[in-house]
């Protein structure tokens, strides 16, 4: 068993109990905030059918419990039915994790005849015009009949809102709408800013004041809701002065495998320049866990620096995200510039000002091909 500041984290034993497949970067929606890179359209390989069904196998060897199928949107892959029937045979707690568009009564059906246990649904608004003004599509009136079909079948279903300045001020809307449903865990994920959401950082952040009345709003729910739903309430960290403990820690517990293949630590990695991240179809999984450098990079707390290294809070927060501290430092092994500690705070102050004097108020960037980040 490793011990506290060894090579792996004490959380998972480390083993990566949740495996993330990405099976498509594909997707009908436009959404400023996708947590796609941003030359998506660069990734045309995908994995086969037989290649994930090895991945399904391999992981399992590994000790990996939790599966989550994204994308992109996964149902866009008309094998998912089938890899969802594998991951069901190998002992998987399966979790579908969709924008709705591509479901269908019939397929939701298919879904749980394969094994499915679990729906995340995610809703952009309560407000039609400003749902489908987010995601670029008419998209509404499907996610809502999907969010009471997937009820319907007898799914446990999150529905999971992306809090942004545009959308928080229905937090009301939304408790009252997950309680007319049924669903059974409503999670609030204020944005991460990264990929399309870091191209949009200035029009998406929300004010500290309005963070404070959503989760006021979530405290009285949780009290009136007596337990029927369970509410979840992600405040981003740019609003802690301490950084999140990223994934419990760089390749502790977390595994994602893009849809090209290639295995990251979390979802956004791939996003630092310098570290070459290896591909299931050139290496035994194992190896990429335990062996890899590129995973091996950032566990424990040997690489941490000053004023990281000695403080008495790192193995709490893993001295935050390697991918913010990447994107606002240009260094991925600096402190996270979400923690106050860090020589680079200011960077954060700073976007903070910008969302209290009410944004860059620039158009949002729509997800789409051929975009180039600045």
Request: proline share 5%; glycine share 8%; with cysteine.
């Amino acid at each position: 068993m490793p011990i506290a500041g060894s090579a792996l984290s004490l959380d998972g034993l480390g083993l990566p109990l949740w495996l993330l497949l990405e099976l498509t970067y594909k997707c009908p929606l436009k959404c400023p905030w996708c947590n796609n890179p941003v030359d998506f359209d660069q990734y045309r390989d995908e994995l086969s059918t037989e290649e994930w069904k090895e991945v399904l196998r391999r992981g399992r060897q590994l000790g990996s419990l939790q599966l989550g199928f994204s994308g992109g949107e996964p149902m866009l892959r008309r094998d998912l039915e089938e890899l969802v029937a594998e991951a069901d045979r190998l002992g998987y707690y399966t979790n579908l994790i969709t924008s709705g568009m591509g479901l269908t009564p019939l397929r939701l059906q298919a879904l749980k005849q394969a094994g499915l246990k679990q729906i995340q649904l995610s809703l952009q608004s309560c407000d039609q015009k400003l749902n489908d003004e987010l995601v670029g599509a008419k998209a509404f009136d499907h996610k809502i009949e999907m969010a009471r079909e997937i009820k319907r079948q007898g799914f446990p279903m999150v529905l999971n809102v992306p809090v942004s300045r545009h959308n928080i001020h229905e937090t009301q809307r939304f408790l009252d709408l997950a309680d007319e449903i049924g669903v059974d865990y409503l999670e609030f994920a204020n944005l991460q800013y990264y990929n399309w959401a870091m191209l949009n950082r200035s029009e998406l952040l929300p004010t500290r004041e309005q963070l404070e009345q959503a989760e006021a709003a979530v405290q009285a729910a949780r009290a009136r809701l007596n337990g029927r739903t369970t509410i979840y309430f992600v405040v981003p960290d740019y609003y802690d002065g301490r950084p999140k403990a990223c994934m419990n820690g760089w390749g502790n517990i977390h595994l994602t495998i893009a849809p090209d293949g290639t295995a990251l630590p979390c979802q956004e990695a791939r996003l630092i320049h310098g570290i070459e991240f290896p591909n299931v179809r050139d290496h035994d999984l194992g190896w990429i866990w335990h062996e890899s450098s590129a995973f091996r990079r950032f566990r424990g707390d040997e690489w941490m620096r000053e004023p990281c290294r000695s403080c008495d809070e790192r193995e709490k927060d893993f001295a935050g995200c390697r991918c913010q501290a990447f994107l606002l430092t240009g260094d991925a092994a600096n402190a996270d510039p979400a923690c106050s500690r860090s020589p680079h705070h200011h960077l954060i102050q700073d976007v903070i000002g910008v969302a209290a004097a009410g944004g860059s108020r620039k158009p949002l960037i729509m997800r789409r091909a051929g975009v180039v980040a600045t």
